[in-house]
Antibody, heavy 122, light 107 residues
Framework: EVHLLESGGGFVQPGGSLRLSCSAS????????MSWVRQAPGKGLEWVSS????????YYADSVKGRFTISRDNSKKTQYLQMNSLRAEDTAVYFC???????????????WGQGTPVTVSS | DIHMTQSPSTLSGSVGDRVTITCRAS??????LAWYQQKPGKAPNLLIY???TLESGVPSRFSGSGSGTEFTLTISSLQPDDFATYYC?????????FGQGTKLEIK
């Protein structure tokens, strides 16, 4: 059974940094692209970033480009999201998600973690 | 970016009803579309991908159709567990986007 567990969320002041982690189990992690999706309180889903299976390609939403960095360690079956220069509008629950395809990235997401909350406030 | 618009934003139904949610893309996305169900405080759950392929384990009362710019999610006979918020998502490009969501409420 696929299991994704996010950690690292919390409370941070504007301009601060956080690093989120997502630990994976139940599938061959190194074969699948991974993504982060966020949901602000009471709002809809927003794709944040994705990374290919080999880390060779990374993708970012315009809203986070230049501030967030996605990475992964296939030996640890873990992906990360380094978030810098945080703003109040980054406040959200951040979900880790697994890609549908094992051949190439699709950006379709077939399994999700339960999310980790991030609050940016002074 | 491709913009996804769902309608209606809120939908009321009763157990046993047939309901349909529509998702429109601002440009053609072929069939690169997924539907997700989300309940309060929970992660989204994939229902349909590639516009019409039912994800493993999802009840057959859920179905998806469409291509190009117009898509539908149909629930053939509402069950109590189906009252939730539904999102469409395109994955036609390197910048996937979600619809704003449709909240399915009990009438």
């Amino acid at each position: 059974e696929v299991h994704l567990l996010e950690s690292g969320g919390g409370f941070v002041q504007p301009g601060g940094s956080l690093r989120l982690s997502c630990s994976a189990s139940g599938f061959t992690f190194s074969k699948y692209a991974m993504s982060w999706v966020r949901q602000a309180p009471g709002k809809g889903l927003e794709w944040v970033s994705s990374i290919s299976s080999s880390s060779g390609s990374t993708y970012y939403a315009d809203s986070v480009k230049g501030r967030f960095t996605i990475s992964r360690d296939n030996s640890k079956k873990t992906q990360y999201l380094q978030m810098n220069s945080l703003r109040a509008e980054d406040t959200a629950v951040y979900f880790c998600a697994k890609d549908l395809n094992d051949v190439m990235i699709s950006f379709g997401l077939d399994h999700w973690g339960q999310g980790t909350p991030v609050t940016v406030s002074s | 970016d491709i913009h996804m618009t769902q309608s209606p934003s809120t939908l009321s139904g009763s157990v046993g009803d047939r309901v349909t949610i529509t998702c429109r893309a601002s440009q053609s996305i072929n069939t690169w579309l997924a539907w997700y169900q989300q309940k309060p405080g929970k992660a989204p759950n994939l229902l349909i991908y590639d516009a019409s392929t039912l994800e493993s384990g999802v009840p057959s009362r859920f179905s998806g159709s469409g291509s190009g710019t117009e898509f539908t999610l149909t629930i053939s006979s509402l069950q109590p567990d189906d009252f939730a918020t539904y999102y469409c998502q395109h994955y036609n490009s390197y910048s996937p986007t979600f619809g704003q969501g449709t909240k399915l409420e009990i009438k």
